[in-house]
């Protein structure tokens, strides 16, 4: 007998961009608003992107007037990125953000995190997975070490039934191993 208790996590990938990144205070908040919004931490690092790496992030824009505009801001310095996991996690993290114009978020949502924190267009914030497609594809540049299919297959069902424990220091979740029930490892093999 199997046991799926509830709906699978859906995983994103978070960007802090950099002219928000350097800002202590600003890093502090949307950490924050993170766990109160009961992501899962799987992933997080700060990371530098290089040119063509930024360039296969917003290789669908390239045609756009704003791309290198967009591809100087984002290795302008160091990104803090994550690999986000909940409920509808890319639904909710795009929420989170707000609208992708900071001018109009100042407006029309101000509480969002473009809302609070965006500058420009440009320079808004965050970034987040328009969809799971685009998740993997973005995982693949800042966690290419990182498995899909190997999470889901192997480590969602612990983060979904809260077997995890948070490291702080890290600003991490990660697999509690102790304590599990029997019922769970089953579900595995």
């Known amino acids: 007998m199997k046991f799926f208790p509830s709906k699978s996590l859906e995983l994103t990938v978070a960007l802090i961009k ?3 990144a350097k800002v202590p205070s600003v890093v502090e908040n ?7 919004n009961r992501f899962f931490i799987v992933k997080h690092e700060l990371t530098v992107l290089n040119l063509e790496l930024a360039s296969k992030m917003y ?9 290198p505009r967009l591809v100087g801001h984002m290795t302008s310095g160091p990104i803090i990125s994550f690999l986000l996991a909940r409920e509808n996690g890319i639904k909710h993290w ?9 001018y109009e978020a100042h407006v029309c949502d101000p509480m969002s995190l ?3 924190y965006g500058l420009s267009n440009t320079r808004n914030v965050t970034h987040g997975s ?3 497609q685009s998740a993997k594809e973005e995982c693949s540049i800042f966690f290419p070490e990182f ?5 889901y297959d192997h480590e969602e069902i612990y983060f979904r039934n809260g077997y995890v424990q948070f490291i702080d220091d890290l600003f991490i979740h990660v697999k509690q191993t ?12």
């Open 30 to 36: 949307i950490k924050c608003d993170i766990l109160n």
């Open 18 to 20: 950099p002219h928000a």
């Open 94 to 102: 795009r929420a989170m953000m707000g609208m992708t114009r900071s």
């Open 59 to 67: 290789a669908v824009h390239k045609s756009k007037s704003f791309y």
């Open 147 to 151: 498995n899909f299919t190997k999470w």
């Open 178 to 189: 102790n304590d599990i029930p029997k019922l769970l490892l089953t579900v595995q093999t």
């Open 130 to 132: 328009d969809s799971l």
């Open 114 to 116: 473009r809302g609070l």
